[in-house]
């Protein structure tokens, strides 16, 4: 899964991505029960990660040729442990084209990775062939409170008020990763036959300590985890994880409510 893209945070832990593996497995799984086809004969799943969600696609569909794509070299290792049917293709979603038109491409939690979405989305559908599906799942975090706090962090935590770290990592942190649900109803509806967008919520129950801390190291925070020297990188996480827990208090059980929100597409050429 997330990033495939050449940013600074294309380095991944897969043992950290899979603490909450519950909560991130959910979205994957509704995204895949709205696809429309019955019997794909080519599926890509773009961003496959450590492959489980791979998997269970080509559960669903046995006779299909199903590979999977991702830039991580980490998260490909950790897929090719589990034998199988599967192709694994180490490649960066910005430069790769299908060798042949499939009838899925499947994307869970990664393109918000890339920009220029104006552009990707339709290049995206103008792979498929007829009847083919477009599936896409990404987190609508940008605004939440702890992304906000990342930012924020980075930008005044440091000794005195000081910003932490390159400017040009507080620039590609303070990028907005995905737009507004609108944007990709624009982009796509001239180009697909049927297209259906949705936003979720996920009030997500999380354990441990520092448990809001724990789940954006496994993603949103890597960028900085992989941008920041040592020295800064302590400063910031000293602050971040104070205010992370001023915004999200660990309740009398133990517990930490961190609601979550999804942004989810499929569009039908």
Same mark, same amino acid.
């Given at each position: 899964?997330?990033?495939?893209?050449?940013?600074?945070?294309?380095?991944?832990?897969? !043992?950290?991505?899979?603490?909450?593996?519950?909560?991130?497995?959910?979205?994957?799984?509704?995204?895949?029960?709205?696809?429309?086809?019955?019997?794909?004969?080519?599926?890509?799943?773009?961003?496959?990660?450590?492959?489980?969600?791979?998997?269970?696609?080509?559960?669903?569909?046995?006779? #299909?040729?199903?590979?999977?794509?991702?830039?991580?070299? @980490?998260?490909?290792?950790?897929?090719?442990?589990?034998?199988?049917?599967?192709?694994?293709?180490?490649? !960066?979603?910005?430069?790769?084209?299908?060798?042949?038109?499939?009838?899925?491409?499947?994307?869970?939690?990664?393109?918000?990775?890339?920009?220029?979405?104006?552009?990707?989305?339709?290049?995206? #559908?103008?792979?498929?062939?007829?009847?083919?599906?477009?599936?896409?799942?990404?987190? =609508?975090?940008?605004?939440?409170?702890?992304?906000? =706090?990342?930012?924020?962090?980075?930008?005044?935590?440091?000794?005195?008020?000081?910003?932490?770290?390159?400017?040009?990592?507080?620039?590609?942190?303070?990028?907005?990763?995905?737009?507004?649900?609108?944007?990709?109803?624009?982009?796509?509806?001239?180009?697909?036959?049927?297209?259906?967008?949705?936003?979720?919520?996920?009030? @997500?129950? +999380?354990?441990?300590?520092?448990?809001?801390?724990?789940?954006?190291?496994?993603?949103? =925070?890597?960028?900085? =985890?992989?941008?920041?020297? #040592?020295?800064? +990188?302590?400063?910031?996480?000293?602050?971040?994880?104070?205010?992370?827990?001023?915004?999200?208090?660990?309740?009398?059980?133990?517990?930490?409510?961190?609601?979550?929100?999804?942004?989810?597409?499929?569009?039908?050429?």
């Amino acid at each position: 899964m997330e990033p495939t893209s050449g940013s600074p945070g294309r380095s991944w832990n897969p !043992n950290q991505y899979q603490k909450f593996g519950g909560h991130r497995l959910r979205p994957a799984l509704e995204l895949l029960q709205r696809v429309p086809l019955e019997a794909p004969d080519l599926v890509y799943d773009l961003g496959c990660g450590d492959g489980k969600v791979t998997r269970i696609i080509a559960e669903r569909w046995p006779a #299909a040729s199903m590979v999977g794509v991702d830039h991580s070299t @980490q998260m490909l290792a950790k897929a090719r442990e589990t034998a199988g049917r599967i192709e694994w293709i180490e490649s !960066n979603i910005e430069d790769w084209q299908p060798g042949a038109p499939p009838d899925l491409i499947y994307s869970n939690a990664t393109l918000h990775w890339l920009e220029n979405h104006a552009g990707l989305f339709p290049r995206l #559908a103008g792979y498929l062939k007829p009847g083919g599906c477009l599936a896409v799942q990404m987190p =609508l975090s940008w605004g939440a409170p702890s992304h906000r =706090l990342m930012r924020e962090t980075l930008a005044n935590g440091g000794p005195g008020g000081a910003p932490i770290g390159p400017h040009s990592l507080r620039d590609t942190v303070g990028r907005k990763w995905v737009e507004d649900p609108e944007l990709y109803f624009d982009l796509l509806a001239g180009v697909v036959r049927n297209l259906d967008v949705w936003t979720t919520e996920y009030l @997500q129950v +999380l354990d441990g300590e520092n448990a809001v801390l724990e789940w954006v190291k496994g993603t949103g =925070l890597r960028p900085i =985890l992989n941008g920041l020297e #040592a020295g800064d +990188l302590a400063i910031f996480l000293a602050e971040y994880t104070r205010r992370l827990r001023e915004a999200y208090p660990r309740r009398p059980d133990g517990r930490t409510l961190y609601p979550f929100g999804r942004l989810f597409i499929v569009a039908t050429v």
